[in-house]
């Protein structure tokens, strides 16, 4: 009788591990589906604009609403600030990507090699100015100040790119040089949504 009751236990015990096997690829699972539907939720904006320049130009409008958000904060909403600038942190990264990934290498490839690397050097003084915002106390008054600053020079920049180089880019490229580039931009900002 001994021998049998260590019989069932030890199926019991198998299948127990059999069914919390089973439970963990079932998470694992249903993780990796709800990370790709926020991935394809955070990439749609610039996937439904269908075009690369119009994609990135939604994501400028976009960044801008945070810096308005954020701007409409006092010092005593220090969680809402930090939260705020996690949101244009990630933001400017996934667009950064696809920028320095895809669209800056088309410019070089199109003879705008020098507006290129200028507009990459901008992108250093853009994670600059995230780690001075990271660094200082959301309610030190100096933070705002950053924030009003790091917008300018980010209008700056984003007036550059839509007004003329992007242009310049997307007439050089063609229907099929717009294509590639768009289906590029969107296969590396997914990577990073």
Do not use: C
Request: charged share 25%; aromatic share 6%; glycine share 8%.
């Amino acid at each position: 009788m001994a021998g049998i009751s260590k019989s069932k236990a030890g199926k019991a015990a198998t299948g127990g591990k059999g069914a919390i096997i089973g439970a963990a690829a079932a998470g694992l699972a249903a993780g990796l589906v709800a990370n790709l539907g926020r991935k394809a939720a955070v990439q749609s904006l610039t996937m439904v604009a269908g075009d690369w320049m119009d994609g990135l130009k939604a994501e400028h409008r976009i960044t801008l609403k945070v810096f308005d958000a954020i701007e409409k904060t006092s010092e005593k909403q220090k969680i809402r600030r930090s939260t705020l600038l996690m949101q244009l942190k990630h933001a400017l990264a996934k667009h950064a990507f696809q920028e320095e990934n895809v669209v800056y290498p088309a410019m070089r490839e199109h003879g705008l090699a020098e507006a290129a690397d200028a507009l990459n050097h901008d992108h250093g003084y853009v994670k600059q100015y995230l780690y001075e915002l990271t660094e200082l106390r959301r309610d030190d008054p100096a933070w705002i100040l950053k924030v009003r600053e790091f917008r300018a020079a980010l209008e700056r920049h984003v007036r550059v790119e839509e007004d003329v180089l992007f242009p310049k880019l997307h007439t050089a490229l063609g229907a099929a040089g717009n294509a590639q580039v768009t289906t590029a931009m969107n296969k590396e900002g997914f990577k990073i949504a």
